[in-house]
């Protein structure tokens, strides 16, 4: 009979004399202080979620937990490196064997180790997008599909396709209904791709970042020794952000945490907002039933925002039906102002208010890094980007380019340009390129058939481009859209000049380019928002050289829109989605563009779906709570182009929903 030995657990407690009670508020000290087992904490906005997980970390350490022993997993590098390095400002010593980092990190930790069993070897390479696209490319070409006839989704479009499928356990055709109607006639050959793209990747020994979580979860599934090794390590496990996991992390953490189910995650539902790339906040909300026995953790202080910011929040949020109720309370006194309900003539007043406000602020002490402007989509705000590029006001943009500066809204002036221009070079291959089949080469060829042709030198505009391009030779992929464009053009010319302006924007954009968007962009439907905003702007002018004068005068600044930084000592204020700056604050926010049909979205108004309006509704709470001292809510009572198709505007919704006395309105009189 073996004789029975056993190892003596190294003490270690405390070892760091930290006062975690002192430290730490009661319900973050509840939290942190926990007994192993499942736990969910719901951590509002503002509330110290990272000091809250940072000291979880560094109160297991002082209990004696091996580091090798804690799985911490977040969203971002940044974060998982600013909580390693607040442990080790806590406790200095060698974390080395504790695994943190981002899910694709640690995937990519395990699919290095055990590359074999799923058909790699440890050498393989992680594919960027570009690197995506090249490959994509290839096993379209491999596929022999027949893109003459239709436009076949390109590249971008099939990545983001098969991405979503990956992450949301949903079916290609599920997929194509929801957010590709339009390709669902080639929802074969889509099939054919996904595939032959799958298999392609193998024989080039190389994974994209969806492969970096289903390999890994795969693997664990499948491989019973390799799953029992990770459980045995992993006694405990860390999560942030558990609000915004997809369908396949959620997969990883429930093996990670089996059998002995010590896992905390830490989320907010009421920030859950991007189902769209695939965040599930079922999540977050089933927790407690999937792991039985679960404590449910709330902090509720926050530490950002002044009450009266925090009462509005409150408030907003509280209609929701799927949510874990809180309250957030507020650690800081009273503010200086009740936020400010401002409804304004037009989206021009809408900006010139928000220009004129910006400036008093800075006036007032208030830094220009310290104020926001936030919209629900990025198109919003080109009347707010015009007004403070003619008053100097510097701005930096965290939800993309400059209006002017994107890369559709360009190829848009193309066309414009050179029908203006019959000389403009640059103009002609830009969109020659947008035609399939045609790379540089090519453009270049068609450009000296045009030259040849001599009609880049006549006076007046020639009658008919669908009967000069009919002498083109262009590849046969590019030959129905060469045709279509030549009829496109001649829409741009009139028996008296060229067109107004915004007709010769829808024209181009009904007569050609909606389709190469289609087949083109992920966000197709963003980027025709934006060509219909221009339109909208294009209104104003009665002359196209006025208009493109314009657009190139907004395009060609770079950086500081003034070119005087001196002037406001290098400050520059953030324009933003309200998607892109959550994690972020402001001492003074202002959210624009609150009305219906513009936010929440008209499309989620038309589909009538309570969950999507829950999600615009969670939106509106995370830019509401990005504001630490000022609030501003603005929407203009008149649209040329709502929604609703009434130039009358309707306030958002949202904005009813709050009790009145919350906002103060103001009533903004006319410029004298």
């Known amino acids: 009979m073996a004789k029975k030995y056993q190892l003596k ?176 006639e080639w929802a074969e050959e889509i099939s054919k791709v996904e595939n032959r793209y799958r298999a392609k990747k193998l024989e080039v020994n190389s994974v994209d970042f969806d492969d970096l979580l289903l390999l890994p979860l795969k693997l664990l599934q499948e491989n019973e020794l390799i799953r029992k090794g990770y459980q045995k390590r992993f006694q405990y496990i860390l999560v942030d952000e558990y609000q915004d996991t997809n369908h396949v992390q959620s997969e990883l953490i429930d093996i990670f945490a089996r059998p002995q189910l010590s896992v905390m995650v830490v989320g907010d539902d009421a920030q859950s907002i991007y189902s769209w790339r695939g965040a599930d906040m079922d999540n977050i909300l089933s927790f407690p039933e999937r792991y039985e026995n679960a404590t449910v953790y709330k902090i509720e202080t926050n530490y950002r925002s002044v009450p009266e910011v925090l009462e509005l929040s409150n408030a907003a949020i509280k209609v929701n039906r799927k949510q874990f109720t809180k309250t957030l309370n507020a650690a800081r006194t009273g503010g200086r102002m009740t936020p400010a309900l401002i409804p304004l003539e037009d989206p021009r007043t809408q900006a010139n208010f928000v220009a004129q406000r910006i400036l008093e602020l800075r006036d007032e002490g208030v830094e220009l890094e310290e104020i926001a402007i936030l919209y629900r989509a990025h198109y919003q705000s080109l009347e707010i980007q015009m007004e403070l590029t003619s008053r100097n006001i510097p701005f930096e943009i965290t939800s993309g380019l400059r209006f002017f500066e994107q890369s559709h809204i360009k190829d848009i002036a193309a066309f414009l340009r050179f029908v203006v221009n019959r000389k403009d070079e640059v103009s002609f291959k830009r969109f020659c390129l947008l035609l399939p089949g045609v790379g540089n080469m090519t453009a270049e060829k068609m450009w000296r058939s045009w030259l040849k042709s001599g009609h880049q030198l006549e006076e007046n505009p020639p009658t008919k481009y669908s009967e000069i391009f009919q002498k083109f030779k262009v590849p046969a992929k590019a030959a129905k859209d060469w045709e279509q464009l030549g009829y496109t053009l001649d829409e741009l010319i009139t028996a008296d000049g060229f067109a107004r302006p915004a007709d010769m924007i829808t024209s181009v954009l009904e007569g050609i380019y909606d389709e190469y968007m289609r087949a083109s962009f992920d966000n197709y439907d963003n980027r025709r928002q934006d060509i219909e905003q221009l339109v909208l702007y294009s209104e104003t002018f009665d002359d196209i050289l006025e208009l493109l004068g314009q657009l190139s005068l907004m395009s060609s600044v770079d950086g500081d829109p003034s070119g005087k930084k001196e002037e406001l000592d290098g400050e520059k204020l953030t324009l933003s989605s309200i998607h892109q700056a959550k994690g972020l604050e402001w001492k003074a926010v202002f959210i624009i563009w609150l009305a219906d049909g513009m936010f929440p979205n008209g499309r989620v108004l038309e589909a009538d779906d309570e969950d999507m309006l829950e999600e615009e509704r969670r939106l509106f709470y995370v830019a509401l709570t990005r504001a630490k001292d000022e609030l501003y809510l603005t929407y203009p009572q008149l649209n040329p182009k709502s929604y609703s198709g009434d130039i009358i505007t309707r306030p958002s919704r949202f904005l009813d929903e709050c009790p009145e006395e919350l906002m103060e309105q103001w009533e903004v009189g006319p410029s004298w």
């Open 9 to 184: 657990k190294e003490t270690r407690e405390g070892v760091s004399g930290i006062d975690y009670e002192a430290e730490l508020n009661p319900q973050q000290y509840a939290a942190v202080s926990s007994t192993p087992g499942p736990a969910l904490v719901i951590a509002g906005a503002g509330s110290g979620k990272t000091r809250t997980l940072t000291y979880r970390v560094a109160y297991l350490l002082d209990q004696g937990v091996d580091p090798r022993g804690i799985l911490l997993l977040t969203f971002t590098n940044k974060a998982a490196r600013e909580m390693m390095e607040r442990v080790k400002e806590l406790i200095p010593r060698d974390l080395s064997e504790m695994w943190s980092g981002t899910f694709h990190s640690i995937g990519n930790r395990i699919l290095r180790r055990h590359a074999d069993e799923v058909g790699l070897t440890r050498s393989f390479s992680i594919m960027d997008r570009d690197d995506q696209k090249s490959l994509m490319n290839t096993v379209i070409a491999e596929c022999e599909i027949d893109t003459k006839q239709r436009r076949f989704p390109k590249a971008d479009v099939l990545i983001s396709i098969f991405s979503l499928i990956e992450n949301t356990g949903s079916t290609l055709e599920d997929v194509l209904e929801v957010r590709y109607p339009y390709f669902e």
